[in-house]
């Protein structure tokens, strides 16, 4: 398929825009008949690239995705369709996750998790969106902590996907959270669900700010600060809507103290001590391996680092607090990236 072109009116144009929803283009694998067509938006105006009538293919999807369209816009009753279809999907995926073969349903629930954060992006006051997150991450948790020899299979699959890192990040560094955790012994079966739960929920806050933010290739300061308040977002979007206690929701508040102290080491300045809170080593997990994951990955502000620069750097942040974790970390991430 050879993204179409359609001649439309100028007024055609402004109509449609009264009539089209965006959809990330993942989610047309949920679509069945479209009963209208499905559009882009490049230069200026709607271009039709799947016809009605039809049901999206794979080839049409995948070359969307390779044209770096991250969202498509469609009819609202096509919009309608796709997620329910989505919503229903992920409900009975959640239902008999350990029914049958793991790596299928783990690979399948992960990829319908990240998508319907994609719909609790767009709609983040959704309390019937935000509780069928919460339950389905609930459930992965478990199903995690159950199948501990899948979990590097299942982490290298959701990175594959090449979901945009908006989507991708909280998953990926809250799944290497609970491995983690899991591989020292340390912390109670519900500490560790709590923990991945809050670790992957923490930037919902995200829904918050506006969309382009995340593509631009340079920030400001103010572009930084922005991104930055996603955190407080957070919390104010969550608080009192989930079942996660006052002490989640605070690690979820403050889970980027560690890049504060990450810039004050690219910056080289010297950290006030008298003005620094003191996290726990709950808190300093989520965030150091939400930074690792980041750093890992491609940006389209900054290229990715290799796992041992990031090393480095997450050594100089918490092996003074925390000596045995990172040592710890280190020979965990060795296995983990082994398998
Ligand atoms: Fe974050």
Same mark, same amino acid.
């Given at each position: ?103 299928? #349903? ?9 998508? #319907? ?12 969106? +935000? ?130 102290? +990450? ?77």
């Amino acid at each position: 398929m050879s993204l179409a072109q359609s001649s439309m009116s100028y007024i055609d144009q402004h109509r449609l825009c009264l009539k089209l929803r965006p959809i990330l283009v993942g989610e047309l694998y949920l679509a069945r008949k479209l009963k209208n067509p499905v559009y882009v938006y490049k230069g200026g105006a709607f271009s039709a690239v799947i016809n009605e009538g039809s049901v999206p293919t794979k080839d049409q999807i995948s070359i969307l995705i390779k044209n770096n369209y991250r969202e498509v816009y469609a009819y609202a009753e096509d919009v309608d369709d796709i997620k329910e279809n989505l919503q229903t999907a992920l409900i009975k995926i959640t239902r008999s996750l350990s029914v049958g073969d793991p790596l299928l #349903n783990g690979t399948k629930d992960l990829k319908l998790i990240s998508l #319907n954060l994609g719909g609790l992006y767009q709609n983040p006051y959704d309390d019937q969106l +935000l509780m069928l997150q919460f339950q389905s991450t609930q459930n992965l948790g478990k199903f995690l902590l159950d199948n501990k020899r899948h979990q590097p299979q299942l982490y290298q699959t959701l990175q594959r996907e090449n979901f945009h890192f908006t989507l991708s990040q909280p998953m990926l560094s809250s799944m290497l959270l609970l491995a983690f955790m899991q591989s020292i012994h340390l912390f109670h079966e519900k500490e560790m669900e709590n923990l991945f739960l809050a670790s992957y929920l923490k930037d919902i806050g995200m829904a918050m700010i506006p969309d382009d933010k995340y593509d631009l290739k340079t920030l400001t300061t103010r572009d930084q600060q922005l991104l930055g308040s996603h955190a407080d977002f957070s919390f104010d979007l969550l608080e009192g809507r989930i079942p996660l206690s006052k002490n989640y929701l605070t690690i979820i508040r403050h889970h980027h103290f560690m890049n504060d102290k +990450l810039k004050e080491l690219v910056a080289k300045s010297k950290r006030r001590r008298d003005q620094e809170i003191v996290f726990g080593v709950e808190s300093t997990l989520v965030s150091v391996f939400d930074i690792l994951v980041a750093m890992t990955s491609e940006r389209p502000y900054r290229p990715g680092q290799s796992l041992f620069q990031s090393l480095d750097l997450v050594k100089k942040l918490m092996a003074d607090d925390y000596p045995q974790e990172f040592r710890a970390l280190v020979v965990f991430l060795k296995q983990f990236y082994k398998n």
